[in-house]
């Protein structure tokens, strides 16, 4: 039997190819996933490992900044042959025309000299003085600048101070400089422009003999446990892990669509071997007669598809890694922080992971199909060609599919009205994925009136051979049903993606034209470390002045960023969930639901509140306000002439803008700017910015999903190319008694093509009505009111898209069903 199934393997290799792709590709997805993070998990190593051979001792500390004096102590320490602090705060950088480069200030550093420079250097030297600096190359690259030019960067009193840049430097991994951008300076005009009262960390070189664990217990009895006290390689070892924190998002979503192909796949393989099964119950039966058992058989066809899975999964570690290459390769395109770097990384475990995975899948897939050739009789083989199998609805599932399809539903319900955020969202999933299950039960019994209905266009315009098309969709329901529901699963993701990310871009449109009818937002830069970041107290007035502006308003907050002064209503318009606005006069607040909540209280109650100037006061909730982020709802909000008496003339964290009726917005952003000029920090924003800032957002979510969720239907297509070149396979005979009947060899690839086009037509409908409706039910369980918007266009496309799709998976086997002598097909038995 071993000897029968190998031969039976390299005979038939070519029907078992398109399932070899199907799982070469789910396992190069999940190989490739692990190749990735490998590879930058080890770069994250060798590069942290390189610097720990810089510094001995790392001392860090544990609440706030590392005096000077520490610096002068540790120096005088026997064993310490060098030390340098480390200096981090903000210096916001100027661009070329004048404005603080980005809406976060840039990171002001000090470069160490000497032996325990970590500093990586892409081009230039190190700062040699209080007049020079270097950049990171990013935002050299991005803002215009290069080695010699001289560049203008803000001190701690927002003084413009003008250094040489002498080198550009990567900021490797750090995620916080990467945002931020870095500016760096030697160590004493670090200190003065950022002004930091100490050092983020402290770095010692050992003397000669002297090894680290020596020169680390000598720091840890100087200091006690006032600091954290590491040597070189336990801080790289500390600074991998917490950087490697930042990958498990990112293994976990590759993850999951990585599940999804490989799923898909197994559809496929199921599919596939029964198809095979079915057309070998003669030289099965044959077997039977000449002494095979049962076991023997089903044996041979696991053997069979251990085999395929086998080669599949060895195979599909190479993709995967070339699919890790990708990855990489993309990443520095993008400049993520990663470590992009390092050889690309095959580990023992993702061997053992990738082979195991797809050998699985594939034998556990083919264990039902083996399992209904055990029941092929001997006497099956005197028939002279195979029975089609047909299909019949039984008890068991209609009772099965009954329950898995209530269940969802049920567990729907339940996260819509009964629960609400992440929970709800988890179950709603979960509620889907359980729905799901029971349509695939449920396929086959729908398979013929969606058949039908997807059928009825071609049925009429092509004729007999759409007639014959549309017929064949529907004679082997449980075959079609499985062919179908691995799109199915793509199509169902791709429209509830679609429908979530319409639906979310649409409600943040409408708040934002609801709550923010302004045309400009100005701000203050964002990452200074003096306080809450407020823009300059002349702004408002300056804006007031030009005949451009029709409105401005001022939002203020104390310093801890609870309390609010009310702007002027006609720029800002909160849901109010209680009580009324009118209301909020002297003497009361209006609170966010989440404090009101905190604090047990209701419109109409007493709250205590503490303000700089006049101390505790007793305040009347007037009314509650939803706790929208678009909307900037602090806890607290008070009128404005109450706001002054509480806390004195505070400077505002946002200005709001309406620019007269009837200017052009050009015009009036030009004015705007001009005004803004003299204060290089004040981030200007307008209502345009804000809304293309948000569909870029979910444009590039929305790409991402797409193109993960490509491989699963990719893989759904090779499902489809597979089953119908199996079917002309098994209906040779069929195919040439039409054409001896007078059907042109066009009639039958066009009839065959017709059918693909149905059976992804049928899977594209199922899918998309799924999507649609468990789209709608995750957007119940956000507590926020939202939008429910079905893109049409997307949806139309994606069956467009899926009939194109099917007819494309047709054109091999229809050439080849076409091409067949028609006299040697009537002669196969």
Not at 42 to 50: E, S
Not at 238 to 264: H, I, Q, R, T, W
Request: proline content about 4%.
């Amino acid at each position: 039997m071993l000897r029968t199934t190998l031969a039976g393997l390299v005979a038939h290799r070519l029907r078992l190819l398109l399932t070899s792709l199907a799982i070469t590709l789910g396992v190069g997805f999940i190989a490739g996933t692990f190749v990735l993070t490998d590879t930058i998990e080890q770069g994250f190593r060798q590069l942290f490992t390189a610097d720990a051979a810089k510094v001995a001792v790392a001392v860090t500390p544990k609440d706030e900044l590392i005096p000077a004096k520490v610096l002068d102590e540790l120096t005088a320490l026997p064993g310490v042959s060098g030390a340098q602090g480390l200096v981090r705060g903000t210096a916001p950088l100027l661009d070329k025309s004048g404005r603080a480069a980005g809406s976060t200030a840039t990171s002001g550093i000090s470069v160490a000299a000497g032996p325990l420079d970590r500093t990586s250097y892409v081009a230039g030297t190190a700062p040699g003085g209080p007049g020079e600096a270097v950049l990171d190359e990013n935002t050299a690259r991005t803002r215009q600048f290069a080695v010699g030019d001289t560049i203008t960067v803000l001190d701690l009193a927002e003084k413009r101070r003008q250094f040489t840049l002498v080198g550009l430097i990567d900021v490797g991994v750090d995620q916080n400089l990467a945002y931020t951008g870095a500016v760096g300076f030697d160590t004493a005009t670090a200190l003065e422009m950022t002004g930091a009262k100490g050092y983020r960390e402290i770095d010692l070189a050992a003397s000669a003999g002297v090894s680290p664990e020596t020169l680390k217990k000598t720091v840890s009895e100087a200091l006690g446990q006032t600091y954290t006290i590491k040597t070189g390689e336990e801080l790289a070892r500390k600074l991998a892990l917490d950087s490697n924190v930042e990958l498990d998002y990112l293994v976990l979503v590759l993850l999951l669509f990585g599940c999804v192909a490989m799923f898909v796949a197994a559809l496929v393989i199921y599919n596939t071997f029964n198809i095979l099964v079915a057309q070998r119950t003669r030289e099965m039966a044959l077997l039977r007669c000449i002494g095979a058992t049962r076991g023997q058989v089903f044996r041979s066809i696991l053997l069979e598809s251990a085999v395929v899975g086998l080669v599949s999964s060895v195979l599909g570690l190479l993709v995967g890694l070339g699919l890790g290459a990708l990855g990489l390769a993309a990443l520095g395109r993008f400049d993520a922080p990663v470590p992009t770097g390092a050889s690309v990384a095959l580990t023992p475990r993702t061997i053992v992971l990738g082979l195991v995975v797809g050998l699985l899948v594939t034998v556990v897939a083919a264990v039902l199909p083996a399992r209904g050739a055990t029941r092929v009789a001997p006497i099956a083989a005197l028939r002279s060609q195979v029975e089609e199998q047909t299909f019949r609805a039984g008890l068991a599932r209609s009772i099965g599919a009954g329950l898995l399809l209530a269940g969802g539903l049920a567990l729907t319900a339940v996260a819509i009205w009964v629960l609400d955020g992440n929970t709800g969202l988890l179950v709603a999933m979960g509620g889907g994925a359980v729905f799901f299950l029971g349509v695939i039960v449920i396929g086959p019994v729908l398979m013929s009136p969606l058949g039908a209905f997807a059928g009825w266009v071609p049925r009429k315009v092509f004729g007999v051979p759409g007639r014959l098309a549309v017929d064949n969709s529907r004679r082997n329901p449980k075959r079609a049903a499985t062919t179908t529901v691995a799109l199915t699963i793509g199509v169902t993701l791709m429209t509830l993606i679609s429908v979530i990310t319409a639906s979310t871009r649409e409600t943040v449109v409408s708040s934002l034209d609801e709550q923010f009818p302004v045309d400009f937002m100005i701000t203050a830069q964002y990452g200074r470390e003096d306080g809450m970041p407020l823009v300059p107290a002349e702004v408002p007035a300056t804006l007031r002045a030009l005949p451009e502006v029709g409105l401005v308003a001022e939002m203020r907050q104390d310093d801890t960023g609870e309390i609010a002064s009310l702007p002027d209503r006609a720029v800002f318009r909160p849901e109010v969930v209680s009580g009324s606005l009118a209301a909020l006069t002297t003497g009361t607040v209006a609170l966010s639901e989440t404090q009101a909540k905190n604090l047990g209280a209701k419109v109409g109650d007493d709250v205590p509140l503490t303000t700089t100037k006049a101390g505790k006061v007793e305040v009347k909730v007037a009314a509650l306000l939803g706790q929208d982020s678009l909307n900037g709802t602090m806890p607290y909000t008070v009128p404005a002439a109450d706001f002054d008496k509480y806390f004195g003339a505070i400077g505002p964290v946002r200005v709001y803008v309406k620019v007269k009726d009837g200017t052009a917005a050009d015009v009036s952003r030009r004015a705007v700017e001009a005004a803004l000029t003299a204060y290089p920090t004040a981030q200007l924003v307008s209502a345009a910015d804000v809304r293309g800032e948000f569909d870029d957002a979910f444009d590039m979510m929305f790409t991402i999903f797409a193109a993960l969720l490509g491989l699963a239907i990719l893989i759904s297509l090779l499902g489809i190319a597979n089953t119908l070149s199996l079917s002309v396979h098994e209906r040779t005979r069929e195919s040439a008694l039409l054409r001896a009947l007078g059907l042109t060899r066009p009639q039958l690839r066009g009839m065959l093509s017709i059918e693909a086009l149905v059976l992804g037509l049928v899977g594209a409908l199922v899918g998309v009505v799924i999507g649609v409706a468990f789209g709608w039910a995750a957007l119940q369980t956000i507590p926020n009111d939202t939008v429910f918007v079905v893109p049409v266009g997307q949806v139309l496309l994606y069956l467009v898209l899926s009939a194109l799709a099917g007819v494309l998976a047709a054109v091999l086997p229809a050439r080849r069903a076409a091409n067949a002598s028609i006299v040697g097909s009537l002669a196969a038995s």
